[in-house]
């Protein structure tokens, strides 16, 4: 019962590498999205998609880009990192449930960039 | 703009004393819906409830407890005599409905320390 798996659960960078995070979900939902969680700022969304193919700008989308060629996978990207992306990670996925989709969360990436 | 405020940064308690977290929520909307996350220490999310806004019920599970207040649009979390099992952040969320329904808007948290 897999669930939501992100990988690598710890990544060290330096500034101006690039990376890709990893999401997969096995439940067939056709909604995934990324946050990012900072201290005191609770978690803030960064892109989104609602099915393959299909994705879409979060509140803090810069810096990151995305892609959903499956449903079952959506990876993160970070072109050139900077310590500003310093942060944890998580990938969520949901399905229409008409009274407010409950979103299910991976184990999150915990990032450095030094 | 929607916004969610948990105005309490950190809370400690000794064990088996009740502790309530508050939440209060901006939105324009009249259809939206209210979720409770916690994050223990081991770090991944997990959902505790959730509310939609035509649902003013009050409920219980267990030692949990949601009060939902339309009139003062808060969504206040009580655990009756806590538990150290209870320490974690906790997040309250909003969503609004249609095409911003699977976009949650999180609070800051609420560290809840449980002391034995």
């Known amino acids: 019962n897999a669930g939501v798996t992100q990988t690598p659960k710890f990544q060290v960078l330096k500034t101006g590498q690039s990376m890709t995070l990893q999401c997969a979900q096995d439940m067939n939902h056709e909604y995934m999205s990324w946050y990012r969680q900072d201290p005191g700022m609770g978690l803030r969304l960064i892109h989104y998609s609602v099915g393959a193919g299909i994705t879409d700008q979060g509140e803090v989308p810069n810096g990151y880009n995305v892609s959903r060629s499956t449903t079952e996978d959506f990876p993160l990207r970070l072109l050139s990192a900077a310590p500003s992306q310093t942060s944890v990670y998580f990938c969520?996925?949901?399905?229409?449930?008409?009274?407010?989709?409950?979103?299910?969360f991976g184990a999150g990436t915990r990032l450095s960039v030094l | 703009a929607q916004k969610v405020t948990q105005a309490q940064t950190e809370i400690s308690v000794v064990e088996k004393e009740d502790v309530t977290l508050d939440c209060v929520y901006e939105?324009?909307?009249?259809?939206?819906?209210l979720f409770w996350y916690k994050q223990p220490p081991s770090g991944e999310l997990v959902f505790l409830i959730r509310?939609?806004?035509?649902?003013?019920q009050n409920e219980i599970s267990g030692r949990y407890s949601w009060n939902f207040q339309k009139s003062t649009s808060s969504f206040n979390f009580t655990i009756t005599a806590s538990q150290v099992v209870d320490s974690a952040v906790y997040f309250c969320?909003?969503?609004?409905?249609?095409?911003?329904?699977?976009?949650?808007?999180f609070g800051s948290g609420t560290r809840l320390l449980v002391r034995p």
């Open positions: 509310r939609n806004s035509f649902d003013e």
């Open positions: 969320a909003l969503s609004e409905a249609g095409d911003s329904s699977y976009k949650l808007i």
């Open positions: 969520a996925s949901s399905y229409s449930q008409g009274l407010g989709n409950i979103q299910y």
């Open positions: 939105t324009r909307d009249t259809t939206y819906y």
